[in-house]
């Protein structure tokens, strides 16, 4: 790893301590969060809390462009090839971080956002509430995994410059190059 990449890392894992300390943001140990590096993905580990990030081994790294690929032939049934020897389990979720094309990305179950989520009408309400200010697309509720990956592709083929996606009844995913754009994003 070079100087870069140990930075990044160190700046995602610092990060995922401090919101996986705040219950608004995550809840025991929901949530995830990844970051690319050259052809690997690391992500958040099955079971793990992000508020353990610092002093935990919590992340595993895929072959990210093997996820890539499959997506690609539309397979979101794809199993991430796990990089190395690890007793580390993906995420379910992995698809979905292979999929955003940003460097940094963050899942939440922020109860901020949830609580426009779960209305029937919650596109109309963040239109009102972000207006121009972010470039988001939303997807209906889809249990996690496969259905969901290719739920989220297809929004973000639609509008492929989308940074941050909206899941119905399930949490909000932001996608940046650094952290400090996750910040700005979320803090928003």
Known sequence: MNSQQDTLSLSVRQY???IGQDPMLVQGAGGNVSWKE?????VKASGTWLANAVRED???PVDLLSIQNAIAEDDFDVTPSVLGESALRPSIE??????????????LHAIEVLVH????????????LLTDSINWVSVSYHKPGAGL??????????????NVVFLQNHGVVIGGDH??????TLDF
């Open 58 to 60: 919590i992340f595993v």
């Open 38 to 42: 050259n052809n690997k993905l690391w």
């Open 94 to 107: 992995t698809l979905l971080h292979a999929l955003m094309p940003q460097k940094v990305v963050v899942h």
């Open 16 to 18: 995922c301590e401090n």
């Open 149 to 162: 990956a290719k739920a989220v592709h297809d929004a973000l083929e639609v509008s492929p410059g989308a």
């Open 179 to 184: 952290i400090d754009d996750i910040n700005k």
């Open 117 to 128: 989520l779960v209305k029937n009408e919650f596109e109309c309400e963040l239109d009102a």
